[in-house]
């Protein structure tokens, strides 16, 4: 295997903490606001490493989301592969932007990944319960900044041991 195409163990350890924040039980309210965890993540480590972390990555995450919440197989690897592909287009310009501009695209991406699983859902004859439904796209967005600077922590931690 090429060393150039191996997974950091930041990464994987962050996508851990976020399937399993994603599964951790909420009240009812809180729940229907449950960030994309998953999707925050991904489109940190594409920005910081999108040689390593990209749309196969992305699939292979949307999987075992899959896996995880009980959806179809396959619904969650679409959106966030095509997330993945929109952010390893921009990443240049998504890396120099400043955090709120981020927290814009990154409400975008969520918009779509939540517009791709409830079309899927749709059309599967699952529509979505109420329009809470799209407020993980606000809450995504507020929480970017704070997953941002966590992830680049965590990096720069990982690049100071390897040296």
Not at 36 to 60: K, Q
Request: glycine letters at 6%; zero cysteines; charged letters at 10%.
């Amino acid at each position: 295997m090429n060393p150039g195409m191996v997974i950091p163990v930041p990464v994987l350890l962050s996508l851990l903490a976020a399937f399993a924040l994603t599964i951790v039980p909420l009240p009812g309210a809180i729940a229907t606001a449950r960030p994309e965890w998953v999707l925050l993540v991904l489109v940190y480590w594409g920005m910081a490493f999108p040689r390593r972390v990209g749309i196969l990555v992305a699939f292979l995450a949307g999987l075992f989301l899959d896996v995880l919440q009980h959806q179809l197989l396959g619904q969650n690897a679409l959106a966030l592969a095509a997330a993945m592909f929109i952010v390893l287009q921009i990443y240049p310009r998504l890396r120099v932007y400043p955090l709120w501009q981020q927290a814009v695209v990154v409400a975008f991406l969520v918009g779509l990944t939540r517009f791709l699983n409830i079309w899927i859902q749709g059309a599967i004859g699952f529509p979505p319960g109420s329009n809470l439904y799209w407020l993980p796209i606000l809450t995504s967005a507020l929480l970017w900044p704070v997953v941002y600077h966590i992830l680049r922590d965590a990096r720069r931690r990982w690049l100071l041991h390897l040296t």
